[in-house]
C-alpha cells in the first residue's frame, strides 16, 4: 500500500505541474486583466500598477517567476483583495468550505444511504416508490430553488434559523441541508441500484438459505458489496462538496472557498485563478487516491496495481 | 399507511411544533440588540478590496474607511458642506491657489500619537509615489508638482505643494485655484496613515502589506477596526481618543457584505440588518407602497447613457445620433422598466451637482427623429446597417436594452443587435472601442460639474468614443482656469451644450439610491453623493 500511495503522488506532480501551466496561460489569453476598470486611471498610473506587479516583463518570465514561488508553497498575493495572500484566502475560506461541505456529507450519505436501502428492500412498494420519487425531486430541484424554499420556510416564516450568516452553530444547517439533499438524491439512487443487484445475486440467496435472519443479510453481506457505486461517487462528490458552492455560498452568505474560485475568475484575479485550480485539482487528486484505498479495503477482489 | 410513516409523523411532528414555538420570539434580532447597544448593522454590498485608503478605489470601501479615519475638513451631514475635520481652521490665499490648514491640538491617532502636518505630508508622498502604483493618485494631482512626482517626472518630494510649517500648521499648494478643493478633502486618497504604522509594515511604498489588519492598524476617525473576517464581517467601535468622541453616538458598527441582493432582503426582513445597499427590483413595488418608513429612493450623483462610437459609421454622423436620442421615450423607461424611482436625463450633468443644473436640454419627437433619419439617407429606416448595442452581462442592463431596442424598432424601423459581454470582456471591448454603442455609467468623483463634463475632452482617458470638439475642451479648459464660480458655471453650460448637440454620448436617466431602511437609524439623511457621516447617525429603538 504505501508503495501504492508513493506511485500515486509521483503521477501527481507532472499533472498539477501540467494543470498550472495551461491555466497560467489560459488566463492571460482572455480579454480584460486584473487592473481595468470601468474608471480608466491615467496612463502614467497605469505604468506604475504594470510595474508594480511585474506585468511590464515578457510572459515566459511572469511564467517562470510564477513556477518559481509555486514550487515554494508560495501562491502570490491577490489582485482583487490587496493586502491578502492567496495562500491566507484559500486557507481561511477552505476550513469553512470543509466544515460546511463535511457536514453535508453526513447529510447525504446517512439520508442516500439509509432511504436507499429501504427502497431496494421494499423493490415496488410504497416504501420504494416514495422516496426515490423524492430522490429523483431532489436531483432535478437546483440549489438555488432550493435553498431560498429552505430559507423562506425555516428562516422567514418559522423563524427557527438566520436566513443567512455564518456566525453561530444553527447557521449551518440551512446550508448544509441545501448542499446536502443534492447528492443524498443522488446517494440513494446508487444504493438502490446497487443493492438491488448484490440482494439478486447467489452469495444472498445462499445466506438466506442459511437461514439467516433479513437484517442480517442486508446490513451485513448485502450492504457491504452494495455500497461499491456510492464509494466510487464519493470520491468526486467529497471534492466537490468541501471544495465550496458558488450558489449555496452566495445564498446563505457563507465566506467559503466556492465564490472565491467564482469570482476570481470574473475579477481576472490571476493569482487567485491559479490559486483556487490547482488547489481544487490537488483536492481531486488525493480524495481519489483515498477513494482506491478504501475500495480495496471493502472489496476483496481489488489489489493495488 | 405503513407502520413507517405513521412512526415518522408521530415522532417529527410534535418536535418540530415545539421546537417553533421555542424558536419564535425569544431569539433577539441584530436590530433588536443593536437598537440596545447602539451597534449599527450595515449590508455592505461586497468584501472590500482593502481598507489602506491610499490605494483601495469603490465606495464598498469608502463606507468603511470612513469610520475608520477622517480628513483634514469633514463633512456636514445634511449637505455634506465642509466642516472643520482634523484641521480646526484653514486660511485661504492667492485666489485659492494656496491653503494654510491649522490642525487640532487634540487630534490624535487611535493609539495615542498626536496627529501632525507631518503625517499628511508623509501620507501625501507615499500616494503620489511612483512604487505604491496607487490608482487614485490622481486625486491629488492639483497639488504643485504631483503629478509630475507620480509621472517619475521629479524625484525630488520637497518640489511638490504640501510642506508642515510646524507640527500644526499644513501648506498646500495648488498648481492652479480649484472652486471645490475643501470638497474634494472628503475623498479618502487625501487622508493621513499613521507613518510609524506604516514603516513597520513594510515602509511607505509597500503594497498589500499587513499594516490595515485589526491587529496593527492605527486610524484618527471615529472608530477603529476591531475585527475583519474576509467574506464574513467587519466589525469597527467606538474610538475613545477621537477628538469629537463626545459627538458619537453609536458605539460601533458591523459591516456585512452580503453579494446577493436577495439574500440582503431577506436579511433585512428578519431585523438581520439595519441597512441595506439596495432593494431587489422586484421587492421595489412592494417596500414603496406598503413600507415606505422602510425604504428610502434618493438621487445619486451618476448619469446611466449609452456610449456612441463616433468613428463607426453610421454613427459618425450627427443626424443619426440625434435621430437615435429623439426617439428614446426615457419616461418609459424609468416608469416600466428601471421602476426605481431614476429620473430621466435630458441632460448629462446630473441636477444640481455642486449647484450647477444644465440649461441645454435634449427631447423625445419621434417624429423629428424619422426626419433626421431619412435626411441622413435611411427613410424609414431603409438601408440603415444592423447596428450592435453592446452592454455587459446583467440582468438590469438586458432589460433596458431591450426596451429601447424595440422603441427604435418602433420608431425609426431600424434593427440593433443586443450583445452581452463578461463585465472585464466588456471592458476590454470598450477601452479599445471596439463597439458601435455601448453601455456606460458614470458616478462623480466629487459634487462638480467638472467630473462629469472633463470626460470628454478629446483623448480623455474615459472618453471611449472617438469624439473630439477643439471648442468644447477649450471650455473645459477655460473653466478649470476660472475661479469666479458663475463664470465658471457658464463654461460649462456652453460645453454641456456642445455635448448634446453633437450627442457622443445619449444620457438616459439618473441614479437613484434605493435603500432599505429600519426605522430605528436616525441622522441618515438623504444627499446626493449617499455619504453618511457616522458619527451623526444613532439608533433610537424607542
Known amino acids: 500500500m504505501f508503495n501504492f500511495i508513493c506511485r500515486r503522488v509521483i503521477h501527481a506532480i507532472p499533472v498539477i505541474l501540467i494543470i498550472a501551466t495551461v491555466t497560467f496561460f489560459l488566463i492571460r489569453l482572455a480579454p480584460g486583466d486584473p487592473l481595468s476598470d470601468e474608471k480608466a486611471v491615467p496612463p502614467e498610473i497605469r505604468v506604475n500598477l504594470e510595474a508594480h506587479y511585474g506585468f511590464d516583463n515578457p510572459l515566459w518570465l511572469q511564467y517562470l517567476h510564477y513556477m518559481g514561488n509555486l514550487f515554494q508553497g508560495d501562491l502570490g498575493p491577490s489582485f482583487k483583495y490587496i493586502g491578502w495572500t492567496v495562500n491566507e484566502l484559500i486557507g481561511q475560506s477552505f476550513l469553512v468550505s470543509l466544515e460546511l461541505g463535511l457536514l453535508a456529507l453526513i447529510i447525504a450519505v446517512l439520508l442516500g444511504t439509509i432511504s436507499g436501502t429501504i427502497a431496494a428492500v421494499n423493490k415496488n412498494s410504497s416504501l420504494d416508490y416514495l422516496p426515490m420519487s423524492i430522490a429523483m425531486a431532489g436531483i432535478c430541484m437546483p440549489t438555488f430553488v432550493m435553498g431560498p424554499l429552505l430559507v423562506l420556510f425555516f428562516g422567514l416564516y418559522l423563524g427557527w434559523f438566520n436566513p443567512l450568516g455564518w456566525e453561530q452553530w444553527s447557521d449551518r444547517v440551512l446550508p448544509a441541508f441545501t448542499l446536502g439533499i443534492y447528492y443524498a438524491a443522488y446517494i440513494a439512487r446508487l444504493t438502490r441500484s446497487g443493492m438491488l443487484e448484490i440482494l439478486s445475486s447467489d452469495y444472498i440467496r445462499t445466506a438466506r438459505a442459511k437461514g439467516l435472519p433479513e437484517w442480517r443479510v442486508v446490513l451485513v453481506h448485502g450492504i457491504k458489496t452494495g455500497l461499491l457505486p456510492v464509494v466510487a461517487f464519493l470520491g468526486p462528490a467529497s471534492a466537490g462538496l468541501i471544495s465550496g458552492s458558488f450558489v449555496v455560498e452566495t445564498i446563505f452568505q457563507v465566506p467559503g472557498l466556492g465564490r472565491f474560485f467564482v469570482m476570481a475568475a470574473f475579477n481576472r484575479d490571476y493569482t487567485m485563478v491559479l490559486g483556487t485550480v490547482l488547489f481544487y485539482a490537488t483536492l481531486i487528486i488525493l480524495l481519489n487516491l483515498i477513494v482506491d484505498i478504501i475500495q480495496v479495503i471493502i472489496n476483496p477482489r481489488l489489489k493495488y496495481e | 399507511m405503513p407502520r413507517f410513516y405513521r412512526i415518522i409523523i408521530k415522532s417529527l411532528l410534535p418536535a418540530a411544533l415545539s421546537l417553533s414555538i421555542a424558536g419564535c420570539g425569544i431569539r433577539e434580532t441584530n436590530v433588536e440588540r443593536g437598537n440596545r447597544e447602539q451597534i449599527l448593522y450595515i449590508g455592505n454590498g461586497s468584501e472590500p478590496e482593502g481598507l489602506d485608503p491610499h490605494i483601495v478605489t469603490g465606495v464598498t470601501e469608502h463606507n468603511i474607511i470612513s469610520a475608520l479615519f477622517e480628513g483634514l475638513v469633514s463633512e456636514d451631514p445634511i449637505d455634506l458642506h465642509p466642516v472643520p475635520g482634523m484641521a480646526k481652521y484653514w486660511e485661504v490665499f492667492e485666489e485659492g491657489k494656496r491653503y494654510i490648514f491649522h490642525l487640532r491640538e487634540e487630534a490624535v491617532w487611535s493609539n495615542g500619537d498626536a496627529v501632525t502636518a507631518h503625517d499628511f505630508v508623509y501620507s501625501y508622498e507615499r500616494i503620489l509615489s511612483p512604487a505604491l ?15 509630475a512626482f507620480n509621472a517619475r517626472e521629479i524625484t525630488d518630494f520637497s518640489a511638490v505643494g504640501a510642506k508642515a510649517l510646524d507640527d500644526k500648521k499644513l501648506e498646500i499648494r495648488l498648481e492652479r485655484s480649484i472652486p471645490y478643493f475643501l470638497e474634494l478633502q472628503s475623498h479618502y486618497s487625501w487622508w493621513p496613515v499613521h507613518p510609524p504604522t506604516i514603516e513597520k509594515f513594510g515602509g511607505m511604498t509597500e503594497r498589500g502589506t499587513h499594516w490595515t489588519r485589526p491587529e496593527n492598524i492605527v486610524s484618527n476617525g471615529p472608530f477603529t477596526l476591531t475585527d475583519w473576517m474576509i467574506n464574513q464581517r467587519i466589525k469597527v467601535r467606538k474610538n475613545p481618543r477621537y477628538w469629537d468622541a463626545e459627538k458619537v453616538k453609536l458605539n ?119 426626419k433626421l433619419l431619412a435626411q441622413a439617407g435611411y427613410p424609414d429606416g431603409e438601408g440603415f446597417p444592423e447596428l450592435e448595442l453592446l452592454y455587459n452581462t446583467s440582468e438590469s442592463h438586458r432589460t433596458s436594452a431591450e426596451a429601447i431596442q424595440q422603441m427604435w424598432k418602433k420608431t425609426l424601423n431600424i434593427e440593433i443587435k443586443l450583445l452581452n459581454q463578461e463585465w472585464k470582456v466588456f471592458l476590454n471591448s470598450m477601452h479599445s472601442k471596439n463597439y458601435q454603442i455601448g453601455r456606460f455609467g458614470w458616478i462623480g468623483d466629487y459634487n462638480d460639474p467638472n467630473t462629469f463634463l472633463d470626460l470628454w475632452v478629446t483623448d480623455g482617458g474615459n472618453n471611449r468614443t472617438g469624439w473630439s470638439n477643439p471648442e468644447y475642451d477649450k471650455l473645459i479648459s477655460l473653466a478649470s482656469k476660472t475661479y469666479a464660480k458663475e463664470q465658471r458655471f457658464n463654461h460649462f453650460q456652453d460645453a454641456e451644450k456642445i455635448l448634446l448637440e453633437e450627442l457622443p454620448v445619449m444620457p438616459i436617466y439618473f441614479y437613484v439610491r434605493s435603500l432599505l431602511i429600519h426605522p430605528s437609524v436616525r441622522g441618515w439623511h438623504p444627499n446626493i453623493l449617499d455619504r453618511h457621516p457616522y458619527k451623526h447617525v444613532y439608533l433610537d429603538g424607542e
Open chain 2, 133 to 147: 502604483a496607487a490608482e487614485y493618485a490622481y486625486m491629488l494631482y492639483a497639488m504643485e508638482n504631483a503629478r
Open chain 2, 252 to 370: 460601533g458598527i458591523n459591516f456585512l457584505p452580503i453579494d446577493s441582493r436577495d439574500t440582503e432582503e431577506r436579511a433585512f426582513r428578519v431585523g438581520y440588518l439595519h441597512l441595506t445597499q439596495t432593494i431587489p427590483l422586484h421587492r421595489v413595488d412592494y417596500y414603496r407602497n406598503e413600507r415606505p418608513d422602510s425604504s428610502r429612493f434618493d438621487t445619486y450623483l451618476g448619469t446611466y447613457c449609452y456610449l456612441f462610437n463616433v468613428n463607426s459609421p453610421p454613427l459618425d454622423d450627427i443626424r443619426v445620433r440625434k435621430a437615435l436620442s429623439l426617439s428614446l421615450n426615457r419616461e418609459e423607461i424609468t416608469q416600466y422598466v428601471t421602476r426605481a424611482g431614476q429620473q430621466p436625463a435630458y441632460h448629462f450633468t446630473p441636477p444640481d451637482t455642486g449647484g450647477y443644473n444644465a440649461r441645454a436640454r435634449i427631447e423625445y419627437d419621434s417624429e423629428k427623429a424619422r
